[in-house]
């Protein structure tokens, strides 16, 4: 005798791990909130143990932080938290682009995301179908090690750009060098393509928080981005 396979059914954990995170990048939970777990878990009908595994792995992952004396919060995001971030993407993303392209992998969920963009109802659509249009240009590159460090710091930049958005929603500008960066990718040209994609990670962090003064600036353009062995 058989017996079917259940249906998977998410883990409270992994249940109320999303959801956090939704509320987090979604501007729900703005960077700064405290996170009570007697409050997290009445809220998701859960007991208060799936909440602080949640919050283990939200920290892991530098969405939130863990202080002994002022409990969870999320993560406050700061010029010198974001050009962190951006700098790791600035050195990564690229090479990964141009090892997609030379690998000529698909990129046509690249598209599909850029079409939920561009349909989406509201910013957390969007930002929801960015978040998923870079990393359809990273996660064929073939080097599978590469696109974890980038998936790494992907909820990171997710909420750098959250913050950034709600005070200048720069939205469709960025989606107008999208487009630009899917053509070229599309043509096959990757290091046009490397490059345009450089600009535009550049150019978001320089318009959300300028350098200041005696600040050493993220650069706006490297011609070529560095070819790993």
Not at 25 to 51: C, D, H, I, W, Y
Not at 65 to 93: C, F, H
Not at 146 to 167: I, K
Not at 179 to 188: F, N, Q, S, V
């Amino acid at each position: 005798m058989t017996f079917a396979a259940p249906s998977p059914v998410p883990s409270r954990t992994q249940y109320v791990l999303e959801a956090i995170k939704h509320a987090i990048l979604t501007g729900q939970l703005p960077p700064g909130r405290p996170l009570v777990e007697a409050e997290l878990a009445a809220r998701f009908g859960v007991s208060k143990t799936p909440v602080r595994e949640a919050l283990k792995t939200l920290a892991g992952t530098g969405l939130v932080v863990m202080s002994q004396y002022k409990g969870v919060t999320v993560r406050t995001v700061d010029a010198a938290m974001a050009r962190e971030v951006y700098d790791v993407r600035l050195l990564l993303e690229p090479e990964a682009l141009r090892r997609t392209i030379a690998r000529r992998a698909s990129l046509e969920a690249a598209g599909q995301a850029l079409v939920r963009a561009d349909e989406a109802a509201d910013q957390a659509e969007r930002s929801l179908a960015n978040r998923e249009f870079h990393r359809a240009l990273y996660l064929p590159c073939g080097n599978p090690l590469l696109a974890r460090m980038l998936d790494e710091v992907r909820d990171q930049a997710a909420l750098v750009s959250t913050v950034a958005w709600s005070a200048d929603p720069s939205w469709r500008r960025e989606a107008d060098e999208h487009r630009g960066i899917l053509r070229l990718a599309l043509a096959g040209d990757g290091e046009a393509a490397a490059r345009a994609l450089h600009e535009h990670i550049a150019r978001f962090v320089l318009r959300a928080f300028p350098a200041e003064p005696g600040a050493e600036p993220v650069p706006e353009q490297a011609a070529e981005a560095p070819h790993h062995p």
